[in-house]
């Protein structure tokens, strides 16, 4: 009996063990926060394994990454921080895909009477700081910061116009806030966050002559966690994840097509 007990115990504690049941570590852009969390809930229900989130700026993502932290899986918000990874040799070849895409919105607190009849209102508006990802940091500044470079207004960029007013955050998701917060400041930010407080913001304009916005996912190459991390990444880039992303304002890529409610 006590020998039978005893390899019961054993068989148990090696599923447990098993790579595909361990934490999954995946870092993840803040402004996927919400569509991750409810995808790793929904891929936990599985049995596939605990997933553990770590969430921030692509930017400080990657550089723990570089640095050493422990990851399995990484989101970014856009392919320049994949491509880092890759260049060190930190990105598990074969694994890499362009998962979603995102706009850019201009917005406000849900009480400002603002109004905008094109970007180049946006010099304009009575607002003491304009909230952004940092835009030499934060993918979403950098993209911010690329379409107001590209926009003309009395002669000049739009970025000349504004860049003084410019609050830069860690993440973008601190932008958001601080304009949810503060009726003096407006924000720049994806319109995916705007719908995560779209109770307290609104949208004043659209970008939709912005930079292409393509958010990349692959395993990471020391990952400790291979089998599971690979698991989770096909459930990522399925069917149910994309009508996740879709449902919270996410544009699936080519190849990942929601599944039908």
Excluded at 141 to 168: F, H, N, S, T
Aim: hydrophobic share 50%; net charge neutral; proline share 5%.
């Amino acid at each position: 009996m006590r020998s039978s007990r005893f390899l019961a115990l054993l068989a148990l504690g090696l599923a447990l063990a098993s790579p595909a049941m361990a934490e999954i570590q995946v870092f993840a852009a803040a402004s996927l926060t919400e569509a991750m969390e409810e995808i790793a809930a929904a891929y936990e229900k599985t049995g596939g394994g605990e997933v553990m989130l770590n969430l921030g700026s692509s930017s400080n993502l990657a550089r723990q990454i570089q640095e050493g932290a422990p990851a399995d899986l990484f989101l970014s918000a856009d392919e320049a921080r994949m491509d880092g990874l890759a260049s060190r040799g930190l990105v598990l070849g074969g694994t890499r895909r362009s998962l979603l895409s995102n706009t850019l919105v201009i917005v406000a607190g849900s009480r400002s009477t603002a109004r905008m009849d094109g970007p180049c209102a946006l010099a304009t508006l009575p607002f003491r700081h304009l909230a952004m990802g940092d835009p030499e940091a934060v993918p979403a500044g950098i993209y911010a910061k690329r379409w107001m470079q590209g926009v003309r207004c009395g002669g000049r960029p739009l970025w000349d116009a504004v860049r003084g007013r410019v609050a830069p955050t860690p993440d973008v998701r601190a932008a958001i806030g601080l304009v949810a917060a503060d009726p003096d400041v407006a924000g720049l930010v994806y319109r995916t966050d705007q719908l995560a407080f779209a109770d307290r913001t609104r949208v004043l304009y659209e970008v939709k002559e912005g930079p292409p916005i393509r958010y990349a996912v692959a395993m990471v190459a020391e990952g400790t966690n291979a089998e599971g991390a690979r698991a989770f990444l096909d459930f990522v880039a399925g069917a149910d994840a994309a009508q996740v992303f879709a449902a919270r304002g996410f544009i699936p890529m080519a190849g990942q097509t929601a599944a039908a409610p």
